[in-house]
């Protein structure tokens, strides 16, 4: 065969990718210009304090992502083809822009909570929104390489279609097959380089429920990365849908609810929930170290009972929050939104409900995991039926909510009022979790040769957010000691931090619960404080919280308790679900996570 029959055999046979080739060649422009916007968006939200956090892949996934649509759009009739492409530069350059100038003016690109936020802004407030933050010095921002570049791509169209004459000679046949064969190679090793992104991609967008989403963002190795703008768009979205879900059938209830009688035998009802709280560093628990002195000192006088086997069904706080606000127990049958939520019992019941939260306020900088968590308690309708009181803003730390409640929630309180601490507790980062000036512990106050400086300060901040802790929740107590007040403590779930021979702090996450993963991150400190005159009123509910301090037991049923101790009678209370009650099935499996027995863990 000649060379000639031999080039003319590869050439029809490579003709598809030729022809292919061919007419990508006609949309070159978009190509490079939106190849070159995802270059810019990408370094236009990388921190100043961590610029190699620049996303591995991004090279190969944006190769492949535009040209996939340049491919789509040459392939089209090409009337259809211009306005798809001006249609997509709008999108495009549009949702860069708003992505980093959420970027540059509050740190945070495109999230669920930002979307949320925009969709209850009416035009009032957007227009003083745009007054304050589009300001000139946002031109000279990182926002500015954005529109640099849309001003060049413009300038460019402009010319190209009034003045520029020439035109680019076709190539020859030779050099088409050798283009259109690198142009291929090209695509198909990006492919294979970003493909795992890909199926992690679509694995996010295909869930059905809110929490399903949560779990697989917190897989950090096989997460998918929303690298781009529009991704982060959709992604906010498809967030928001999930949760309209289980909004819309959490209103539906709101009517449902019912109160059958109330006797009121607690006329302040306080539930502390607080973060992150492993209770094996707790004095209170048998901890060497002394991070508890003043719950220590309480247990000992007989006013604050502590349980000693709490677990958490979740290592999520979303997860949790709605299992302890809800009627719904793990094993019921249906979501946990088709139950009816606890705060709106007692409102019905009378109570004065408030709800002073550290963590839970739509903030731009939200992340996943507290929107999930937050986004029933922060949906307004809900929480109208939910809270008659409410804190308006967070504080750095969790004594500002104390200041709140003394100037504001406690001169609106009634007769019986049910009174919900949200803490930020241990949440990480620990060294912001408490003031310098409190500082017990240092790294030189352990004895753990096997762990590193560092890692002994970071188990130092640990101990001191949890001392902090302490102080907090006994300004709490102190705030209700001569009133008929009992008041719960529970923390959403507990924390790693350098137990055993594991070197790390947090949680794991990991889909198979093992028996030290339990003890570190689903173990909690639970406890029931109550005033003198509320156990001298009420000697038989306080004897029966004394006895059952050694029961088992999971957080899920938490309403249940709560409505014992007011003397609230309704249907949805169930007395095999109440820690406290002479029916309380202690052998109701705790499972954690929906797939581990937690007894079974741990039996002989």
């Not at 979307?115 to 031109?139: H, I, K, M, Y």
């Amino acid at each position: 065969m000649s060379e000639k029959q031999l080039f003319l055999a590869f050439y029809f046979s490579f003709c598809p990718l030729i022809r292919t080739f061919a007419v990508v060649k006609k949309n070159i422009a978009f190509f490079v210009f939106m190849y070159a916007l995802g270059v810019v968006c990408s370094y236009a939200v990388l921190p100043a304090s961590h610029p190699d956090r620049l996303y591995g892949h991004l090279w190969t996934e944006l190769f492949v992502d535009v040209g996939a649509l340049t491919i789509v759009l040459s392939v089209l009739p090409q009337k259809l083809s211009v306005w798809l492409k001006r249609a997509f530069y709008v999108v495009a350059y549009g949702v860069a822009l708003a992505d980093v100038f959420c970027y540059v003016r509050f740190d945070s690109t495109l999230t669920p909570t930002m979307l949320l936020l925009v969709g209850e802004t009416n035009g009032q407030e957007a227009g003083e929104f745009l007054s304050s933050f589009l300001t000139f010095d946002v031109l000279f921002s990182r926002l500015g390489w954005v529109l640099l570049l849309m001003l060049v791509h413009m300038a460019w169209a402009y010319a190209w279609k009034k003045h520029i004459k020439w035109r680019p000679q076709p190539l020859g046949l030779r050099r088409q097959l050798v283009a259109a064969m690198a142009f291929a190679l090209l695509f198909c090793y990006s492919l294979s380089d970003c493909w795992s992104n890909k199926q992690a991609l679509h694995r996010l967008m295909s869930y059905d429920k809110i929490g399903d989403v949560e779990h697989e963002l917190t897989e950090t190795k096989t997460c998918a990365n929303l690298y781009q703008p529009l991704y982060r768009l959709a992604f906010s979205i498809r967030a928001n849908q999930l949760t309209a879900q289980q909004v819309d059938k959490l209103i539906a209830g709101i009517d449902k609810v019912t109160v059958d009688s109330c006797r009121y035998d607690c006329t302040n009802l306080v539930l502390i929930i607080g973060e992150s709280y492993n209770r094996h560093h707790a004095q209170l628990y048998g901890y060497a170290k002394p991070t508890t002195p003043r719950q220590l000192d309480r247990a000992r006088r007989g006013e604050l009972t502590v349980f000693q086997d709490v677990v958490a069904p979740w290592n999520l706080t979303s997860f949790v929050f709605k299992h302890m606000f809800s009627f719904y127990s793990v094993g019921d049958s249906g979501e946990w939104c088709d139950q009816p939520l606890f705060p709106e019992v007692f409102r019905r019941a009378g109570y004065h409900v408030s709800f002073l939260t550290n963590q839970f306020l739509p903030q731009a900088k939200e992340a996943v995991y507290d929107f999930s968590g937050g986004f029933f308690l922060n949906n307004p309708t809900l929480s109208q039926a939910m809270f008659d009181s409410r804190n308006a803003r967070l504080s750095y730390f969790d004594e500002g909510l104390l200041k709140v409640y003394d100037d504001s929630i406690r001169q609106q309180e009634g007769m019986c009022n049910l009174t919900i601490f949200h803490l930020k507790g241990q949440h990480v980062d620990y060294r912001t979790r408490y003031p310098k000036k409190q500082t017990k512990f240092w790294r030189g106050s352990y004895q753990r040769p096997e762990l590193s400086d560092r890692e002994r300060q970071i188990l130092a901040h640990y101990d001191n957010a949890v001392l902090y802790n302490d102080s907090i929740v006994d300004q709490i107590i102190s705030r209700f000691e001569d009133r008929n007040a009992v008041i719960i403590y529970v923390p959403d779930h507990g924390e790693e931090c350098y137990e055993g021979n594991v070197h790390f702090y947090g949680r794991m996450h990991s889909t198979e619960i093992t028996k030290r993963l339990a003890r570190e991150e689903f173990d909690i400190p639970f406890w029931i404080w109550c005033s003198h005159s509320y156990m001298v009123a009420h000697p038989e509910t306080y004897n029966r919280i004394v006895r059952a301090k050694n029961r088992r037991y999971m957080t899920d049923a938490l309403p249940h308790l709560l409505l014992s101790i007011a003397g609230i009678g309704t249907k949805v209370y169930r007395p095999e679900l109440d820690l406290i009650s002479d029916e309380y099935d202690e052998h109701r499996p705790r499972i954690l996570k929906n797939t581990t027995d937690y007894d079974a863990l741990f039996a002989p």
